[in-house]
């Protein structure tokens, strides 16, 4: 069975501090691997995705993630918090097997404070 | 080029009623997915479509179904609403990427249909 978890379901930060949001998945084929965020009242949007092409890897709007096999971690980070980061950030996985299911993690909502 | 749409984005219904929420997807996208949103139990998937045909479903009771057009625009339908049935119900579609080694096409999510039962 593959699940997604993400140890936080809150994360506060000051505006310029690094983000850091967890995503830890369990796969029994190799994964893909998904972050999407989400703003009230709208749907995901997806921020970055990793397919096995590189272990880092750089998404819109200074958002990276790097894939760590051997923790079985897609962690989310960026350098410098900005106010519009205040979102709900999802985790996914998609197994090769998976055709179009993504399996979704409990999500992470970002406050960031001025 | 336009995203995906989905109708009605709000709407409120009473216990026992049925509710019918349409997505059109971006255009050339054959695969539709659709998947229900909750603070209790997060983003499940519900099911998907392709050439009009099912291809995977979710663990959501019978009341649950779907259908796909020749033109890709999906709708799903709940039936006999229950006071659990409140949610986002967010469309995806993607490219079919079947018989690929990539499995790289990303899903493009609509802005929801958040439907209210009372």
């Known amino acids: 069975a593959q699940s997604v978890t993400q140890l936080g379901s809150h994360v506060s930060v000051s505006e310029g501090a690094l983000v850091l949001l967890r995503c830890n998945y369990s796969s029994s084929v190799p994964p893909y691997l998904f972050w999407y965020v989400q703003y009230p009242n709208q749907g995901l949007q997806l921020l970055l995705k990793?397919?096995?092409?590189?272990?880092l890897v750089k998404g819109i709007n200074d958002f990276e993630a790097e894939f760590k096999k051997s923790e079985t971690s897609f962690h989310l980070t960026k350098p410098s918090a900005h106010m519009s980061d205040a979102a709900e950030y999802f985790c996914?996985?998609?197994?090769?097997?998976?055709?179009?299911?993504?399996?979704f993690g409990q999500g992470t909502r970002l406050t960031i404070n001025p | 080029k336009a995203g995906v749409t989905q109708t009605p984005r709000y709407l409120i219904k009473t216990r026992g009623q049925q509710v019918t929420l349409s997505c059109s997807p971006i255009s050339g996208h054959r695969s539709v997915s659709w998947y229900q949103q909750t603070p209790g139990q997060g983003l499940q998937f519900l099911f998907e479509y392709f050439s009009e045909t099912q291809r995977n479903k979710g663990n959501f009771p019978g009341r649950f179904s779907g259908r796909q057009f020749s033109n890709s625009r999906s709708e799903m339908n709940v039936s006999t609403l229950e006071l659990g049935d409140s949610a986002l119900y967010l469309c995806a579609s993607s490219l079919d990427d079947r018989g690929t080694v990539s499995g790289a096409n990303v899903l493009t999510f609509g802005a929801g249909s958040r439907l209210t039962v009372l």
């Open positions: 996914a996985l998609r197994g090769i097997q998976g055709a179009q299911k993504l399996v």
């Open positions: 990793y397919t096995s092409a590189a272990t």
